[in-house]
């Protein structure tokens, strides 16, 4: 049973520090793999999706990198700002022919203060 | 891009009656919607996979006949939650898988309903 988990769980960092966010998964056979920003009581925003086959994608200040086989995905928010504060999940859709639901993670719980 | 419209995005109701909300894809056809519920401070778990015109998927441990969905239409998904009780009360979040395209790798979320059963 895929399990996706998030380190860490909540973090507070001063503003313009670059973050680094971790997500680990346990079974390497995933289609590909999604990081999202939650505000809260809200809807998930899309950030940036990674295939299986790739190994970063970028965005603005934001860069995700992805490690199949050993499990891990990290978040690299760059110069944070206020605006960043919200929950970031990622989440995995796994292998298989038809299967395009996403598992998520825990989430990380971030505020940037200024 | 692609939008996802939720209804009701809020909702009180009392325990023992049934609630329904409705997922749109705006934009484009979905023939797939997946429902997902979201405790606080919790992350989102799959409740279902509703596919246009046939029944519904339900993950394990989510009961069939208290959270009925339907899919009539390819923009139109429905998560009714039977005989409501206040454990019920919850972030009720859907997506929809684009029908075909460039998109098809990519679902969109809607913007959630947060239920609340007294």
């Known amino acids: 049973k895929q399990e996706v988990t998030q380190i860490p769980a909540a973090l507070s960092v001063p503003e313009g520090e670059n973050l680094v966010l971790n997500c680990s998964f346990t079974?390497?056979?995933?289609?590909?793999l999604q990081w999202f920003r939650q505000d809260p009581g809200k809807g998930l925003t899309s950030l940036l999706l990674?295939?299986?086959?790739?190994r970063e994608q970028t965005s603005g200040r934001l860069n995700a990198s992805l490690d199949k086989s050993s499990g891990r995905s990290t978040l690299y928010i760059a110069a944070s700002q206020p605006g960043d504060s919200a929950t970031y999940l990622c989440?995995?859709?796994?292998?298989?022919?038809?299967?395009?639901?996403?598992?998520f993670g825990t989430g990380t719980r971030l505020k940037v203060l200024a | 891009g692609a939008v996802v419209s939720q209804h009701p995005s809020r909702v009180i109701c009392k325990s023992g009656t049934s609630v329904k909300i409705e997922c749109r894809s705006l934009?484009?056809?979905?023939?797939?919607m997946f429902w997902y519920r979201q405790f606080p401070k919790q992350s989102l778990m799959l409740m279902a996979t509703?596919?246009?015109?046939?029944?519904?998927?339900?993950e394990q441990g989510v009961e069939k006949d208290k959270f009925l969905i339907n899919h009539a239409s390819l923009t139109l998904s429905t998560l009714t939650v039977t005989s409501a009780h206040p454990e019920d009360s919850s972030f009720y979040i859907c997506?929809?898988?684009?029908?075909?395209?460039?998109?098809?790798?990519?679902?969109?979320f809607g913007p959630g309903t947060r239920l609340l059963v007294l």
């Open positions: 934009d484009f056809q979905a023939t797939t």
């Open positions: 989440a995995v859709r796994p292998e298989g022919s038809g299967t395009y639901k996403y598992i």
């Open positions: 079974d390497s056979a995933i289609y590909n």
């Open positions: 990674i295939q299986s086959s790739q």
């Open positions: 997506s929809a898988r684009a029908y075909e395209g460039e998109d098809e790798e990519t679902q969109y």
């Open positions: 509703s596919n246009e015109g046939s029944k519904a998927t339900y």
